[in-house]
């Protein structure tokens, strides 16, 4: 009775999830509720969870809740922690959940809503929960080790330090790509921009509060940081209204970068306990209540998409950012669908928190999942605007035009209309003196959050408290990866560093975390400065550019996955990572050719750097900065390229050996030990 209750329950699910998936992606002519887009996400992810996940848990990874985990084996009370599920669960989201979900589907809009919601769907289910999910269990079963040791260990040394190389770089281009989207948000934004800086003392107090004068008193200090926050959301708006406090808040892009670097430098360097993990924490705590709100407010107002499934922009003439939807729709969104910056943190600190190996399902493909039904909001929120207002947002001054008469009269002439007193009436409803040419995703997504939230919460009264809200949950998303991926890049160059001069391998040396905090935040904060810079606004070359990598570094991943299943005897299983591996492979590889060689001068950077040093005008010092930075954004897209196509390489030649028999199919896990925990019911 209770199969064929089962039975009947996902076929229904089955049929709903595929009569939603068949109205999205065919729907044309007539605006669609966004409803249809929540119910085919949650049917995807639902039959996905049930199904393919236990599919590789069963056949493929043969998850055993007898064998004891590292948490268990090596705690240690420091690194390696037997903790709760849902407290590791949490964990990882908020350290997996960066700027990604958030900007890259808002980005992938100016394609229309089906592009993104496709990918996002099909890219989570089939490609990322999966890369995820087995390299947290592969890391498990080796002692919590990287995804650099992995990869030493597997594909031999050179995949190993090709891995490494690699993940530094696409470190420093996601850091400074993320520090170039708080910059965009914030810029001539006293409101943001006093409730952001505010997050820092709370977090500092929160911090001695938790260490010096209240030990233990998590619940005590979590009420205290929230009551903080929403003082600091409310105090940005008194600020804001204040002419004298307002000129003291807003600031041009340079400063604000100059000052996010010196956090970033801050973060890194002082006590993990005093800045970053009260930090985090708070962030933690904002970021799983917004998510919650902003699906219940989704669902209680099921809004109207007003961007089209596609727009004329598929061409690759696109004002956000130029190319065509194969492959930079694929890169442009990567968090959502895959990313390879979830496989340093599935291979970091969260398989040293796992109690049992049977957990590495929830919290590695579950993670996931939550992460991608962010990114589905996302393209919500985006799509939620009128298309103008949506273009007049997101579209740079070099492309749309300097005054919002000229701009309005461009984005129009798209068949997308806008007025500069629609810009203006929006402007002032959210409590900002222009939204024109705000690149980045990011203040896009906080008005389209605002517009549901003040729809369902408090009416349009409170559309302009909305909308700071929502840059401030959008910053701490943000900050969280660039404070944690300064301090994870600092401590692998000290690792590196420290074959050479022994102290500074010493992570508790000050010398040394000071010097290698200077050279990280240095190396991100090129490309922060070469972002703000830019005419184009910054995130039409830098996106691209983080894009590639981000999918490069999952390239990496899916490698060491499909070697070591295949070194599991599970060869007639490895299409389960090797075809997302074929995807991204044919994904990234094509957009890196393009942004290298594309004679479009909006696409390729060589291109561009031609068009600028063949004008007829005297080529000024900030053209010639232009010219180099193009030249060394396509070494570094050439040089990644290179370094990948190496590991790939030595990945074939592993899977040829095994499988025709000329080298044994030996993994490098370690040895079984039994539990001595309490076997968990069900």
Not at 152 to 176: N, Q, S
Not at 262 to 267: H, I, N, S
Not at 304 to 309: D, F, G, I, S, Y
Not at 406 to 434: C, K, N, R, Y
Request: hydrophobic share 55%.
């Amino acid at each position: 009775m209770n199969k064929t209750l089962a039975i009947l329950g996902w076929g229904t699910v089955a049929l709903l999830g595929a009569v939603a998936v068949g109205t999205v992606a065919m729907q044309r002519g007539e605006p669609i509720n966004s409803l249809w887009l929540v119910v085919a996400a949650t049917c995807c992810y639902a039959l996905g969870y049930r199904f393919y996940s236990k599919f590789i848990a069963v056949k493929i990874l043969a998850l055993d809740g007898l064998r004891a985990t590292p948490a268990e084996r090596l705690e240690n009370g420091r690194d390696f922690v037997v903790t709760n599920k849902w407290v590791v669960f949490g964990h990882h989201f908020a350290a997996i959940a960066g700027p990604g979900p958030l900007v890259g589907p808002v980005l992938a809009a100016q394609f229309g809503y089906l592009p993104g919601t496709m990918w996002v769907l099909a890219g989570a289910v089939f490609a990322g929960c999966v890369q995820d999910f087995v390299i947290l269990l592969f890391s498990v079963r080796r002692d919590g080790k990287s995804l650099t040791a992995m990869a030493k260990d597997e594909i031999r040394p050179v995949g190993g330090f090709v891995a490494y190389v690699a993940v530094i770089a696409i470190l420093i281009i996601l850091l400074g790509v993320c520090a170039l989207i708080v910059v965009n948000a914030l810029k001539s934004s006293p409101w943001g921009t006093f409730t952001i800086a505010m997050t820092m003392p709370i977090a500092l107090l929160m911090g001695v509060y938790l260490r010096r004068i209240r030990p233990g008193k998590v619940l005590e200090v979590s009420a205290l940081g929230f009551v903080l926050v929403l003082a600091a959301i409310w105090g940005g708006q008194y600020v804001s209204q204040n002419p004298a406090l307002a000129r003291l808040f807003t600031f041009s892009a340079p400063t604000l970068a100059i000052l996010i670097m010196v956090y970033g430098f801050a973060a890194s360097a002082l006590p993990v306990w005093l800045l970053l993990a009260p930090r985090d924490y708070l962030s933690t705590f904002v970021k799983l209540g917004t998510i919650a709100l902003l699906g219940v407010g989704i669902v209680a107002l099921h809004p109207t998409l007003h961007m089209p499934a596609l727009t004329r922009f598929v061409d690759g003439t696109g004002p956000v950012f130029a190319g065509k939807i194969f492959p930079f729709a694929f890169i442009t969104i990567a968090c959502g669908a895959i990313s390879g910056f979830h496989a340093l943190i599935s291979s970091g600190t969260t398989p040293k928190l796992i109690a049992r190996e049977t957990q590495t399902r929830m919290v590695g493909y579950g993670a996931m999942m939550a992460e991608s039904a962010v990114a589905v909001m996302a393209i919500i929120a985006a799509c939620v605007m009128q298309p103008g207002i949506y273009f007049a947002i997101n579209s740079p001054a070099g492309v749309v035009g300097q005054s919002p008469a000229a701009a309005a009269a461009t984005i129009s002439s798209w068949g997308f209309p806008v007025t500069a007193a629609d810009m203006q009436a929006l402007a002032h409803a959210v409590g900002e003196l222009t939204l024109y040419n705000r690149t980045g995703g990011a203040p896009a997504f906080a008005v389209g959050m605002a517009h549901i939230f003040s729809h369902s919460l408090g009416g349009e009264t409170l559309m302009a408290l909305w909308y700071h809200f929502a840059l401030m949950f959008e910053a701490l998303f943000i900050l969280t990866v660039l404070d944690a991926g300064t301090r994870v890049a600092r401590f692998m160059v000290q690792d590196a560093l420290g074959h050479v001069y022994k102290p500074l391998g010493r992570t508790s040396w000050y010398p040394s975390i000071l010097a290698t905090s200077a050279l990280i935040v240095a190396a991100w904060g090129y490309f922060l400065w070469q972002g703000v810079k830019d005419p184009l606004g910054g995130i039409n070359s830098l996106w691209p550019l983080f894009g590639i990598s981000n999918q490069l570094l999952a390239t990496v991943a899916l490698c060491v996955a499909t070697t070591i299943i295949i070194k599991m005897h599970r060869a007639k299983y490895a299409a389960v990572t090797l075809v997302p591996l074929a995807w991204l492979v044919a994904v990234t590889f094509t957009a890196s050719w393009h942004k290298i060689f594309d004679s479009n001068t909006r696409v390729g950077f060589l291109a561009q750097a031609r068009a600028l040093a063949a004008s007829p005008a005297p080529i000024s010092g900030a053209t010639a900065q232009l010219i180099f930075n193009n030249r060394l954004d396509a070494a570094v897209t050439g040089v990644l390229v290179i370094m990948v196509t190496l590991v790939l390489v030595e990945s074939l030649r592993q899977w040829m050996g095994i499988l025709n028999g000329a080298k044994e199919a030996r993994v490098k896990e370690s040895p079984f030990v039994r539990t001595r925990l309490v076997e968990e019911q069900g």
